[in-house]
């Protein structure tokens, strides 16, 4: 298994959990700058992906559907066109017709739609979140 975040804190919070030892691989980088993932059978992502911004999104996720196999997982989350962070040219928000067209090659399994006010941290925050779980066809 890998974990990429340019965080370093993930890795002291898999290093503490010793159920997790000597399974994970972490990665501490970007991940956009990363020239090739590593085969998978799941891409999992909650709310990041969005965070890469609009330019570094459409190829981190060409990387990322090449590491999956026919039949493999990509569990997802992308910010949708309502979330409160859809005016910062640095987050990537999508309209649900572009998550579809990204997912084409792929039997959606599961899709939710989180569209509710909230907090980020101390901050009020308008979330809209699509999440989407689906298997690799080709």
Do not use: C
Not at 50 to 79: H, I, N, Q, T, Y
Not at 119 to 135: E, G, N, Q
């Amino acid at each position: 298994m890998h974990a990429y975040d340019s965080d370093d804190t993930l890795a002291a919070r898999l290093v503490e959990n010793e159920r997790m030892s000597g399974s994970v691989q972490f990665h501490h980088t970007d991940i956009a700058d990363v020239p090739v993932f590593p085969a998978a059978q799941i891409v999992y992502s909650t709310y990041t992906l969005g965070l890469l911004g609009p330019a570094a999104l459409p190829e981190v996720w060409r990387k990322l559907v090449a590491s999956l196999p026919r039949g493999g997982v990509m569990a997802v989350d992308f910010f949708g066109t309502n979330d409160s962070w859809a005016e910062r040219p640095d987050v990537a928000t999508l309209p649900l017709e572009e998550i579809d067209a990204m997912f084409s090659d792929f039997q959606v399994i599961e899709r939710s739609v989180r569209d509710e006010d909230g907090r980020f941290l101390a901050d009020k925050k308008h979330w809209h979140v699509i999440s989407t779980l689906a298997r690799k066809l080709r």
